[in-house]
């Protein structure tokens, strides 16, 4: 089986020097750190990034996002494996599977302990990725996955749970497609992307995110539209309300043009126009606000960008960011 690694930094790639950790390592130093992996493929390595994670920005997302698309198209290649740090792994995940939709299965992976630390993880995650791809090319699966702490998670339900533990990730609302222990690969459904693909590449459209909880007033989010936002993600409360400060803002976006998706602050469930009130989830649907379902605001956030350069019709920016791709 052969295997490309994409390296992009992060933790798994960082050591402590003055001024905080930093990226250092190479991803063929990465590969040289677990030689157990060559009993499990045929790996070449490509440094793509070197960057922390909470520094990826669109033209690094858009860069992988180009390679993977490539790698997707050779034939010659039955996983890609991409290093990264975590703090942001699940929106690259996510991004990965709404642009390229891989039928090569794709799994990002990193470490919550640098390799200077007692104990890293980035070995062992990275032997969990490279054993995952094995296991799901035997079944010619594809999709984007985020392969931790020996368990696999979809793009579509992933999400960072802990600032530290290394047991970092956990999938919302369905548990993870694989396990990996020591007598293999336990695949517990269908290896495959969860989501809808949308027909674009480009992040350059502004989107704002907007958080509600108590007292929050609507001034950021009319700061948002003054600045000329093209998109707002309002992140509710509960099923999806609002402040009605922040309620009266959404519904003077949504006259202006700029669509207003509304998500969850709450880590699992579903969004839903229950309430009514100044604020609730109800008043927001009647202004126009759109609700994403069981999407978090980060992967709300990625998609609506996405489907604003996608599209020119306000029905089919809508119906881009609609949660049709709920899991099944």
């Not at 070197?50 to 669109?58: C, G, H, I, L, W």
């Not at 519904?251 to 469930?269: F, H, N, Q, Y």
Request: with cysteine; net charge negative; charged share 25%.
């Amino acid at each position: 089986m052969d295997v490309t690694l994409l390296s992009t930094g992060g933790t798994i790639a960082s050591t402590d020097a003055d001024g905080g950790a930093r990226p250092t390592r190479t991803g063929a130093e990465l590969l040289e750190a677990v030689p157990e992996l060559e009993s499990h493929a045929s790996l070449s390595v490509e440094e793509v990034a070197q960057v922390p994670s909470f520094e990826m920005d669109a033209e690094t997302l858009e860069t992988v996002g180009e390679r993977v698309r490539e790698l997707e198209a050779d034939p010659a290649v039955d996983a890609v494996v991409v290093t990264h740090g975590t703090d942001t792994m699940e929106e690259t995940a996510y991004y990965l599977d709404v642009t390229v939709r891989p039928e090569t299965p794709v799994f990002l992976t990193g470490a919550q302990r640098r390799p200077d630390e007692v104990s890293s993880d980035g070995p062992s995650n990275l032997l969990t990725a490279v054993r995952a791809a094995e296991a799901f090319a035997d079944r010619d699966a594809g999709g984007t996955f985020v392969a931790f702490d020996e368990t696999v998670h979809s793009a579509r339900s992933v999400t960072k749970a802990h600032t530290s533990a290394l047991e970092a990730f956990r999938s919302r609302n369905s548990g993870p497609v694989a396990t990996v222990d020591r007598n293999g690969v336990a695949i517990h459904r269908p290896p495959r992307s969860e989501t809808r693909p949308i027909d674009a590449t480009s992040l350059e459209a502004t989107v704002y995110t907007i958080k509600s909880g108590s007292a929050v007033t609507g001034d950021l989010l009319a700061a948002a539209l003054e600045r000329g936002a093209d998109g707002l993600v309002l992140e509710g409360t509960g099923l999806g309300n609002a402040t009605a400060g922040l309620a009266d803002a959404a519904r003077d976006a949504i006259d202006a043009g700029v669509p207003v998706v509304v998500t969850s602050r709450c880590l699992e469930g579903r969004v839903a126009p229950v309430y009514g009130g100044d604020g609730g989830g109800e008043r927001l649907r009647e202004y126009g606000a759109v609700f994403a379902g069981d999407r978090t605001a980060q992967q709300a956030r990625l998609r609506l960008t996405l489907a604003l350069e996608a599209f020119d019709d306000e029905d089919a920016i809508r119906e881009g960011v609609s949660p049709a791709d709920s899991q099944t």
